[in-house]
Every structure is written in structure tokens, then in C-alpha cells.
């Protein structure tokens, strides 16, 4: 019997992680870094866990692995992930198949500097990235944002050098430029799954209320995509 893990199931992937495995053939089990989360009632069993970035995070979560016999492990929030694949040949010799990128690639997609580069090396379409001393105002509007983050932190939208240089001077952390998209009808967001024997996808746009999804829409065309 497959027994899986999902981390950080109070939280909003987390526990939509969870509700898509129900009535899945074998066990769910669920861990966070709060008491009572959400979605411990989905679970065989539960169990409280330090923040990823404390150093007894991996030793605890390899032991409740061991406890509770898993084999597919699915860590969810981003600093865990992270922590995960950079120990993930701790998990190996435990006969645990963990469902993450490595560590090399989590970087590169982690960057949305470096990532545009990458794609366009493979063939792929993808936006322009600029730092703040190659952007080049041509009276169009751009994005600005944190060059490593996620939940729209520092995210502005300027057309002009004197803009960004003073959004700039906000933080100390590098930032990037990106074209900005008008048009949310227009945005699309790509999931994609794979393995060394599938690659499967998923296209949808999405409509957000803060930084969470609060509505999707399907678009998988072929014809589109």
C-alpha cells in the first residue's frame, strides 16, 4: 500500500493537495507547523513539525517517514521544498520517492531573471527579464518585482527609468522588470508535471482576490498551447 505525506496542510495547496487524493487508493498523511491546521480530519495521522528552515526539520520529518512507513513524500510550502531537495538523498535510502524538483532546478525556476534565459535556450517562448541597468524605458508599461519571491511582494507597475530606479531604492533585495500585461483575460497560468516516463499539463487563467486564486477557468487548447 502506498502511504503519502503531504507538508503544510493548512495550507491553501496543501490542503487542495489533500482533497484532490480523496478516495485515493492508500493513505494520507499530513504535517504542519501549527497544531490544528486545516485538513487534519483528511489524514490517517498528523503530526506538528519545525519551520523548514530550523535544523531539526529534516531529522523529524525523515523519522516520521520511518514511523508511519511512507513512500511518496509531497512537500508543499516553498521554503520546505527547498529544504527537502537540498537533503533529498536523506530521503532515498528510506526507500521514499519524493515529488520535487532538485535543488538545481528549484533555483532556476525560483529566479525569474535567470528563467526567461533558460527557456529561450531550449526554444521556448518567454518574457524578457531585465535588471534595472539593462531596462530601457520605450513609453510602454512594465512590472516591476523581487527578483527571488512569490506573493507579489515589491510588485509595482511604471513606465519610466525614474520610477523604477525609485522603486529600487525600496529594498535591498535585486529586483526585475518584466512587460506588463494589461489584460488579465490575456494571462495565462501553465502547471506541468513530469517524470522520466510522463509529462502532463495543465493551462488555466485565474482570477485573484489578494495573492490567493479565487476563480479558474480552464483553457487547455491544443490549438492554443
Request: hydrophobic letters at 40%; aromatic letters at 10%; a negative charge.
Amino acid at each position: 500500500m502506498k502511504r503519502v505525506l503531504v507538508t503544510a496542510i493548512g495550507g491553501q495547496v496543501g490542503h487542495g493537495i489533500l482533497k484532490c487524493l480523496d478516495g485515493y487508493d492508500g493513505e494520507l498523511y499530513g504535517t504542519d507547523i501549527n497544531d490544528f491546521p486545516a485538513g487534519i480530519d483528511r489524514v490517517t495521522s498528523f503530526s506538528k513539525v519545525p519551520f523548514a528552515v530550523d535544523a531539526e526539520f529534516i531529522p523529524t520529518l525523515i523519522q516520521l517517514c520511518r514511523n508511519w512507513g511512507i513512500t511518496h513524500l509531497i512537500p508543499v510550502n516553498e521554503q520546505e521544498i527547498l529544504t527537502v531537495a537540498e537533503n533529498i538523498d536523506m530521503f532515498k535510502p528510506n526507500g521514499i520517492t519524493v515529488l520535487s524538483l532538485t535543488a538545481e532546478q528549484l533555483s532556476i525556476c525560483s529566479d525569474k531573471y535567470t528563467l526567461p534565459g533558460v527557456l529561450k535556450s531550449y526554444g521556448l517562448n518567454a518574457p524578457e527579464a531585465f535588471t534595472v541597468d539593462e531596462f530601457a524605458p520605450d513609453g510602454g508599461q512594465y512590472f516591476v518585482k523581487l527578483r527571488n519571491s512569490s506573493g507579489s511582494r515589491l510588485t509595482h507597475i511604471f513606465e519610466t527609468k525614474e520610477q523604477l530606479v525609485a522603486i529600487a531604492e525600496q529594498t535591498t533585495k535585486e529586483i526585475v522588470v518584466q512587460r506588463y500585461i494589461p489584460s488579465p483575460e490575456t494571462e495565462y497560468t501553465v502547471g506541468v508535471f513530469a517524470t522520466d516516463k510522463e509529462i502532463r499539463t495543465i493551462a488555466f487563467r485565474r482570477k485573484l482576490e489578494g495573492v490567493y486564486t479565487q476563480f479558474i477557468e480552464l483553457a487547455d487548447d491544443d490549438s492554443q498551447f
